[in-house]
C-alpha cells in the first residue's frame, strides 16, 4: 500500500556533493517538495529543514495536506529512493539529553552507584537532563571513531590516557522544534505541539570509561560529545496520532507545570537495536516515565527560550524486560554479565568494526505501521 499518512521530511542530494534539497518519503521513493507548487517554496531549496520548521504549526499542516492532495493527484517528481545521499536534516540549534526511562535510570543507578538507591531523590519529580554539543550531531551513516581520553578504573590509582575501552550506545528518540519561544516566557505543557515538529531516532554514542571519570560533579562531558547521530527521517508528530498512549503511573505527585494528565504525549514506537545484523534489544518507547511534553515544559520553565533546530533527546529507551535495555552496559551489566552473539562471540562493549543500527516503528492509522527508518553507524579504530 502507498503510504501517503507517515510523510517524513528529509534533506538530499543526488549526487554526494550535489545540490541539497528537501524530500518528503513516499515508499521507496523520495518527493523533490522543492519541485512542487506550495506556499513558502523558497524553503524547500534549502540544505536543512529550518526554514520551513521555523513557520509554525499552521504552516505544517498546510503543507501535510497539500502534499497528501498532490500525491493523491499523482505528481511526476518521485525520485527513487536508493541512490539518493541523505543529510543531516536539521541545522541543529541546541541539542539537550534526558534521562527519562526509569528502567534505565535505575540500572544505571545500581552500576555507578551500588551502595545508594538506583534512583537519586530528585528523578521522579523533574525530567533530568543535560546540554549537550549540537556541532557533533551527524546524519546516520556518520562512522563513529572510537573516542580517546582519560580513564580511571575505581582499582586504578591514577588515570591514564588512551582508546575507551567501554564505547556504548544509547537507544533513544528525539524531538525536533520548529516554532521558536521568547526568552523569559515558560512554554506551557499544553503548547507542545504548537513548537515540536516531529521525531527521529537518535544514537547518543557514549564512553562509559571516559564518562565514569569525569561525570562528578557537573554530569557528562567528553564521554558524550563525541558524536551524537541522528535517522535522515523526521516523521511529523501530525504523523502520530494512533501512536499516543499515556505515560506509565508516576507514584509521586507531579508539580503543575509538569501535570500532563490533559496533554498525554507518551508514544507507542517499538524500538530495535542490531548489532552487525544481528537484533540485540527491542526497547519500548511508551514505557518512558517522561514525555517529551514535560521535558519541552522543565527545559523552558527559568525562562530559557526555544529554537528552531533544537533537538530534544528522550535519553536511553530500556524496558523492564532484559532484552528491552537500550545500552550495551545494561545488556551486559557492565562487563558482569555476558551478551552471547548469534556467532558465539560475546560483547561487553563495541568493539572496532562494530555497525549498530537503530530502527522503529509506531502504530499509523488503520492498523497500519509507520516506520521511522534508522538510525546506523560503524565503529572505526581511535586515531
Ligand atoms: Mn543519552
Same mark, same amino acid.
Given at each position: ?175 525536533? /522544534?520548529?516554532? &521558536? ?6 512554554? !506551557?505543557?499544553? *503548547?507542545? $505541539? #504548537? @513548537?515540536?515538529? +516531529? ?45 499516543? /498512549?499515556?505515560? &506509565? ?6 508539580? !503543575?507545570?509538569? *501535570?500532563? $494528565? #490533559? @496533554?498525554?504525549? +507518551? ?16 526497547p519500548p518507547f511508551g514505557s518512558m516515565y517522561w514525555t517529551a511534553a514535560q521535558q519541552l515544559a522543565h527545559l523552558t520553565v527559568n525562562g530559557a527560550s526555544l529554537r528552531t533546530g533544537d533537538l530534544l533527546a528522550s535519553g536511553t529507551v530500556s524496558g523492564p ?8 552496559? #545494561?545488556?551486559?551489566? +557492565? ?40 538510525v546506523t553507524g560503524e565503529v572505526l579504530p581511535a586515531r
Amino acid at each position: 500500500m502507498t503510504d501517503h499518512h507517515t510523510l517524513p521530511f528529509g534533506v538530499f542530494s543526488q549526487t554526494p556533493d550535489g545540490e541539497r534539497r528537501v524530500g518528503v518519503r513516499v515508499d521507496d521513493t523520495v518527493l523533490d517538495v522543492s519541485r512542487l507548487d506550495l506556499p513558502h517554496a523558497a524553503d524547500f531549496a534549502s540544505s536543512s529543514l529550518n526554514a520551513f520548521l521555523a513557520r509554525g504549526r499552521a504552516h505544517w499542516d498546510d503543507v501535510r495536506a497539500r502534499l497528501q492532495a498532490l500525491l493523491a493527484a499523482g505528481t511526476e517528481h518521485l525520485l527513487p529512493a536508493q541512490g539518493l545521499t541523505l543529510h543531516l536534516p536539521i541545522e541543529v540549534a541546541d541539542y539537550v539529553d534526558f534521562y527519562s526511562s526509569r528502567h534505565h535510570a535505575e540500572n544505571i543507578g545500581r552500576m555507578f552507584r551500588p551502595d545508594s538507591p538506583p534512583l537519586t531523590p530528585n528523578w521522579t519529580h523533574l525530567p533530568i537532563g543535560y546540554h549537550g554539543r549540537s556541532g557533533t550531531v551527524a546524519v546516520s551513516g556518520t562512522p563513529v571513531v572510537r573516542p580517546s581520553g582519560q580513564r580511571k578504573a575505581p582499582t586504578d590509582d591514577v588515570p591514564t590516557f588512551g582508546p575507551s575501552r567501554r564505547l556504548d550506545i544509547e537507544a533513544e528518540v528525539g524531538f525536533v /522544534v520548529g516554532t &521558536p519561544s521568547d526568552l523569559g516566557t515558560p512554554v !506551557p505543557i499544553g *503548547d507542545f $505541539a #504548537e @513548537h515540536v515538529f +516531529g521525531v527521529c531516532l537518535v544514537n547518543d554514542w557514549s564512553s562509559r570509561d571516559l564518562q565514569a571519570w569525569e561525570y562528578v560533579p557537573l554530569g557528562p562531558f567528553l564521554g558524550k560529545s563525541f558524536l551524537t547521530s541522528v535517522s535522515p527521517w523526521v516523521v511529523p508528530l501530525a504523523a502520530l496520532e494512533a501512536a499516543r /498512549v499515556p505515560a &506509565p503511573p508516576r507514584d509521586t505527585p507531579l508539580l !503543575p507545570y509538569l *501535570d500532563d $494528565a #490533559e @496533554h498525554p504525549w +507518551g508514544l507507542d514506537l517499538e524500538l530495535t537495536v542490531s548489532l552487525n545484523g544481528e537484533v540485540v534489544s527491542s526497547p519500548p518507547f511508551g514505557s518512558m516515565y517522561w514525555t517529551a511534553a514535560q521535558q519541552l515544559a522543565h527545559l523552558t520553565v527559568n525562562g530559557a527560550s526555544l529554537r528552531t533546530g533544537d533537538l530534544l533527546a528522550s535519553g536511553t529507551v530500556s524496558g523492564p524486560q532484559r532484552d528491552q535495555r537500550g545500552s550495551f552496559i #545494561e545488556l551486559g551489566w +557492565g562487563g558482569a554479565e555476558v551478551l552471547t552473539l548469534a556467532d558465539g562471540s560475546t560483547r561487553s562493549f563495541l568493539e572496532d568494526g562494530d555497525v549498530v543500527s537503530i530502527s522503529a516503528t509506531a502504530p499509523g492509522p488503520g492498523g497500519t505501521r509507520i516506520s521511522f527508518g534508522e538510525v546506523t553507524g560503524e565503529v572505526l579504530p581511535a586515531r
